[in-house]
């Protein structure tokens, strides 16, 4: 095949994370090596900036601002919650046809790589050569066959470290603390909480994951076995946690169903109402227990920038790197990119290019959830194998002290 040139464009789309700008910098970085790309063109807001002719031009970039826009949470260049159709990807492509891009580089999750998938048969269809590349971002590591997904570990980060703060506020002044997390389907970034954990009575004590269904009695038996053993109680909850049926709970307890341009329920709308009534029912199913608390981390789990994963950081530029790679490597190649745990005894991942049918297939599963090995028999814990799994992509967490208590006698005799 003979090299392909022309332009190319980059976009970021979905909720944004604090690494992925190493993505778009790794994009960059890597575009700037070949000189068949003749512009990089960034666009703004995801697809739409290719609908509505709102570019930046990235490939001559100095390097010392492309390592300062790397290092700076969320989507540089704007990001959408647009989900295209057939129509809406037929003007994208015809958006990049105007423009001579034959390069198309998207940052995102499983909606960003069902859109790329869509563009790339338009193309097929159309005759026209455009390598068409996925570059992997979620922080609910939900994506098909990766290993996992960048974007991941450092809100697994955030969510140990604030966990790790929590458990020594619940210690200091005992009594039940609730908090709400991010995790629609899959209940990753709840089930990092258990990072947080230094010793045998430390927080999180329960843990509850939409992939089990969440049961109100049960719920308050395995509260007051816990305040019963340790005179105080941590607990994770995603915001995504379904009853015997399959129903939301944040959406039963919403006043009003809102929903995202995907038609999702917006699960946040109702997170902060499903911790205050998990707070209130505790309350008045468990009277002893005098101090219940529930917050709910929002959106700060996102895009916080004070607790980046270094492997996390690495990873989110290598992915972006490669994506460029595949595709101007012989032959060329549509697909996305996945990371690939490498075995041995410490930690190394490699990347593979994998079709975009198989990370956006036509028909479910479209996401992954937590594997059943990783949850407790209970349904309301972690095992130590997800321990082994996601300690490396978060690192080494904050250091805590404490005083241990002795007997008195021991002292005065």
């Known amino acids: 095949m003979a090299v392909l040139k022309g332009n190319a464009v980059v976009g970021q789309a979905g909720g944004p994370t604090v690494v992925i700008n190493q993505s778009l910098v790794g994009v960059i970085q890597e575009v700037q090596k070949h000189p068949q790309i003749e512009t990089l063109l960034g666009a703004r807001y995801g697809v739409r900036g290719v609908i ?76 026209y050569d455009l390598q068409v590349v996925h570059v992997p971002k979620t922080i609910d590591n939900d994506l098909l066959v990766t290993d996992h997904c960048p974007g991941y570990g450092s809100a697994a980060r955030f969510v140990a470290s604030a966990f790790i703060g929590d458990n020594l506020d619940n210690r200091s002044l005992p009594g039940v603390k609730i908090n709400v997390l991010m995790g629609r389907e899959a209940g990753f970034i709840t089930a990092a909480s258990i990072l947080a954990r230094r010793r045998e009575d430390d927080g999180p004590h329960l843990i509850y994951l939409p992939e089990r269904s969440f049961l109100l009695e049960r719920f308050y038996e395995d509260v007051a076995a816990v305040v019963s053993k340790y005179g105080r109680c941590l607990v994770a909850v995603s915001e995504g946690i379904r009853d015997n049926e399959g129903t939301y709970w944040a959406t039963k307890l919403a006043k009003q169903v809102e929903k995202d341009s995907f038609g999702n329920v917006q699960l946040s709308a109702g997170a902060g109402a499903l911790g205050e009534f998990l707070a209130g029912m505790l309350k008045q199913k468990l009277p002893q227990i005098k101090r219940v608390r529930a917050d709910t981390y929002g959106y700060l789990q996102r895009s916080f920038p004070g607790c980046t994963s270094e492997v996390d950081a690495w990873e989110a530029r290598l992915v972006g790197q490669m994506g460029v790679s595949y595709a101007v490597g012989a032959g060329g190649k549509d697909g996305s990119v996945a990371l690939v745990r490498l075995p041995g005894t410490s930690y190394a991942v490699g990347t593979e290019f994998v079709a975009l ?11 992954k959830g937590v594997p059943c090995e990783y949850i407790s028999p209970a349904g309301n814990y972690i095992t130590d194998k997800f321990l082994s799994y996601v300690q490396p992509l978060v690192g080494e967490l904050p250091r805590v002290g404490w005083f241990e208590q002795i007997n008195t006698e021991e002292i005065w005799g």
């Open 52 to 127: 509505d002719d709102n570019f930046i031009d990235l490939k001559r970039q100095p390097t010392e601002m492309l390592e300062i826009v790397a290092r700076t949470p969320a989507s540089a260049l704007g990001a959408t919650r647009d989900k295209p159709n057939d129509e809406y990807c037929l003007k994208i492509f015809e958006g990049f046809r105007k423009h001579n891009v034959r390069y198309f580089f998207y940052i995102g999750g499983n909606d960003s790589a069902q859109t790329a998938n869509i563009v790339n048969k338009i193309a097929q269809r159309e005759k």
């Open 357 to 367: 049918d198989r990370v956006a297939p036509a028909k479910p599963p479209f996401t």
